[in-house]
């Protein structure tokens, strides 16, 4: 081997180890990754915090709500929606737990709005019906303090 080829070839493997490492130690990361933006605080414009809840919080809806969140969110928040569900082991950060003074304090636009939306593993829930995201919402509310 001429030493312009084992050179070309040693900077070849140069680069590609430069870029192995710079993988391993971002991982996908980056500060614009998902990963990296589910670990900002996570918080609904104004105006849809605002929203009002225009569901009843009627014993239906309520059941309505608890039928949807067993459906789609039991396993990442659990049974009991305390974050603890058979998938929150992988991810980071935790699911949210619904029983929390923190959600529980947050104004029902807000909850909706990030059901809606979604963001890192949290999936959006868009293409439920409006009322049953806000039924959840009223479900949830029924959780303060368990």
Partial sequence: MS??????AGGLMLALLLFLALLLFYGGNGPG???????????????????NNPVAGDKKVVEQGEKIAKINCVSCHGNKGKGDGAASVALNPKPADWTSKR????PDGEIFW???????????WRH???????????????????
């Fill in 128 to 146: 439920l019906p409006e009322s049953d995201r806000w039924a959840v919402v009223r479900y949830i509310r029924t959780l303060a303090g368990k």
């Fill in 114 to 124: 990030k059901i809606t939306n979604g963001r890192g593993a949290m999936p959006s």
């Fill in 103 to 106: 959600v529980q304090d947050e």
């Fill in 33 to 51: 990754s998902p990963v990296a933006q589910a670990q900002t605080p996570w918080a609904a414009p104004e105006s849809e915090k605002a929203r």
């Fill in 3 to 8: 030493a312009s080829l084992a050179a070309r």
